[in-house]
């Protein structure tokens, strides 16, 4: 597990040591001082030599984990996708953004398999807007919530987790959203009825198996986005998905990750 190291007098080439060590993160808190994620394999007397100092000069602390630990960040930060701009709960800035409060939920928008459903739903909202969207195994919600900022008129969301929904909550509360966006427990078989877009960012294997119950929640000429998906196992995904009627429309890739898009057929 990656540790924290504080350096409160930092040389000039202290940045360009850390990156070399392979640093997670690193930041600047005050004038003079850097703060880096540093990765277990490399040792603090490792770090402390890269640096030029010696190991007692550094503070090291715990370092906490987001998106269920899959994303190491020192601190919440702003993202941009298209017309979206999501940034952390307590930021200044417009009415327009998406704030979302720190939690140990996945989604954080921070994750290459978020962002490639924040591009897809960005660009299929840009064509034609759905009247709704369904958001499977929601998260901190923000997807479901990135729809309603994109005009999206309702979203329903369905998560297994109970703190999930929690957070999901507390973000819409947060974004003035809550009464367009209906949280239910549970998966695809939760809800009844079809969206005309349907998203669904988990693992591969859930999305497997969930396939049939899926594929139900999907409209008339309804488009699917499916995510969370390692790029060795896309065909996998995709042909479990063609056996049901869901034609293949584009695949986007990002650090070892792709997101399938798919339409029904019916």
């Known amino acids: 597990m990656p540790y924290r190291v504080d350096l409160h007098s930092a040389a000039a080439d202290a940045f360009d040591a850390l990156i070399a060590l392979g640093a997670l993160d690193i930041d600047c808190p005050r004038q003079g001082s850097l703060a880096a994620l540093i990765p277990d394999r490399v040792t603090l007397a490792q770090v402390a030599a890269a640096l030029g100092v ?50 140990p939920v996945f989604g954080t928008g921070l994750h290459s398999t978020t962002a490639l459903c924040l591009e897809a739903l960005e660009e299929e909202t840009r064509i034609a807007l759905p009247d709704a969207v369904l958001d499977i195994g ?8 990135a729809a309603l900022m994109l005009g999206v008129p309702r979203a329903s969301a369905v998560d297994i987790d109970d703190e999930a929904l929690s957070v999901a909550a507390k973000n819409a509360r947060i974004n003035g959203l809550t009464d367009r966006l209906q949280l239910t427990r549970g998966g695809p078989d939760a809800v009844a009825g ?58 986007k890739s990002r650090s070892g990750w792709v997101a399938l898009i798919m339409r029904a057929s019916w």
């Open 54 to 103: 010696d190991s007692d000069a550094l503070s090291v602390s715990h370092a906490d984990g987001r998106d269920d630990g899959s994303v190491w960040v020192l601190a919440p930060r702003a993202i941009s996708v298209g017309r979206l701009r999501i940034v952390p709960d307590g930021t200044g800035g417009s009415a327009d953004v998406l704030r979302l409060v720190d939690a």
């Open 138 to 145: 929601t998260g901190s919600g923000v997807l479901a919530l």
């Open 194 to 251: 079809a969206w005309p877009l349907v998203l669904a960012n988990v693992l591969a294997a859930p999305l497997i198996e969930m396939a049939p119950g899926l594929v139900r929640r999907v409209g008339r000429r309804g488009l699917l986005v499916l995510s969370g998906i390692p790029a060795t196992l896309e065909r996998d995904v995709a042909e479990a998905y063609r056996r049901l009627g869901m034609h293949h429309v584009c695949t």
